[in-house]
């Protein structure tokens, strides 16, 4: 990749934004510009998720665009959050746009909730009606109760608690150490929306368990606001005042299982294959090794010791071992989830778990490491290596 990341602009996350979508979308929009240095009429392009509701239409009409070079949208929601990067990117590398902004928006607490069980089946007249086209293995599972992400994430926590056969009381202990970790790096980061709220292990374990083995402090937050990035070329990037982050690698990598939600796959204890981190790493010219910070889509807790497993980070059935010993931590061997991640900043569809790698290699987290080059994954589905400008 021959781009650069140039400006973040994010809304405050909140229960309760009292902003229409298309509202908290242009704040987001017009911060990410002045973070850059840049104008509204320097845009030329907007990707985004095709289940944000608001369209480009919306924004360009209500920025008063004149025009539009590119429009991209990509599928699914916050697992192909890299690829929506990449797809940037490669319309920038391609000459088809010069300034790509790619924006979320969503009311995800105050609005629809995407955790709640109606939002896939529902009962009109006595009939149970299936609400969510996509995955269509919900037509199969719904009725059966398995209706949202984390019933089926904890399927996958038991399945990986199985196969490497983990007491009750390390599993725990490994899922635990994600939680009040990364709780730790919310409490220092003023935009997390659980700031101001402590976790320690015991109160991790006196949580009440939402589906097993998953307890309430596994889950991440649903959440309003709005978060936007400009990306440009690298060329540009160097000829601005801006502080650059450089994409040195990002992709999708679409399999049964990386594509929401995987029932059926062979193996539901790791999520992607190993040729996915080797394709990625390859392009970047870097190693696992080589990765100083790691953002990790973790909708729950479960997937970040996947993540960590599947793209190389550690040995197959060594996350208990890692977690409860602090690698994750900020004095760790491999820094996870700095600002807190989903669990405890807030849920919003991956694009702040990019933002904090942009974050860290500008020097500007709140929980700031030595890092020259960051990892994001999104459940595998879409990944990216950054580095420092």
């Known amino acids: ?30 911060a990410a510009l002045e973070d850059a240095g840049l104008e509204v009429n320097d845009i030329d392009g907007l990707v985004r998720y095709t289940w944000d509701h608001t369209t480009e239409a919306a924004i360009m009409n209500a920025l008063g665009l004149p025009k539009l070079n590119y429009y991209g949208e990509t599928e699914f929601g916050g697992v192909n959050c890299c690829g929506a990067v990449a797809q940037a990117s490669a319309a920038i590398q391609a000459g088809l746009a010069s300034c790509i902004v790619f924006y979320r928006t969503l009311n995800a607490r105050s609005g629809v909730r995407y955790g709640r069980g109606e939002r896939i089946l529902s009962e009109e007249d006595g009939q149970l009606v299936n609400r969510q086209p996509e995955p269509p293995g919900d037509v199969y599972s719904a009725p059966f109760g398995l209706l949202v992400p984390g019933q089926h994430h904890a399927l996958y ?82 000829a601005m005042s801006a502080k650059a982050v450089d994409v040195l690698a990002a992709g999708q990598y679409v399999h049964p299982g990386s594509v929401p939600m995987y029932l059926y796959a062979d193996k539901t204890y790791s999520l992607v294959p190993e040729e996915a981190g080797e394709q990625l790493f390859g392009r970047a010219g870097l190693s696992p090794s080589d990765i100083d910070v790691a953002m990790l889509y973790d909708a729950t807790s479960m997937m970040v010791p996947l993540a960590l497993e599947d793209f190389g980070f550690i040995g197959r059935g060594e996350a208990h071992d890692f977690m409860t010993s602090g690698g994750n931590g900020p004095n760790g061997k491999l820094p996870v989830n700095t600002h807190g991640g989903l669990l405890s900043e807030g849920y919003f569809h991956g694009l702040n778990t990019i933002a904090e790698g942009v974050r860290q290699l500008r020097g500007e987290s709140p929980n700031q490491v030595d890092a020259e080059t960051a990892f994001v994954t999104l459940r595998g589905a879409s990944s990216m290596v950054l580095g420092r400008a």
């Open 1 to 30: 990749m021959k781009t650069s990341i140039v400006g973040i602009g994010q809304t405050e996350f909140s229960k309760n934004s009292g902003r229409s979508e298309l509202k908290l979308a242009l704040e987001a929009i017009l």
């Open 157 to 238: 926590a038991q399945a990986y608690k199985g196969h490497y056969g983990l007491t009750d009381e390390q599993f725990t202990d490994m899922l635990g150490s994600v939680a009040v970790t990364q709780r730790g790096y919310a409490n220092n980061n003023p935009r997390a929306l659980l700031r101001d709220r402590k976790l320690s292990m015991e109160e991790y374990r006196a949580g009440r368990v939402i589906t097993e083995p998953l307890r309430i402090y596994d889950y991440c937050l649903e959440t309003d606001g709005a978060l936007a990035l400009v990306i440009v070329s690298q060329e540009r990037a160097r």
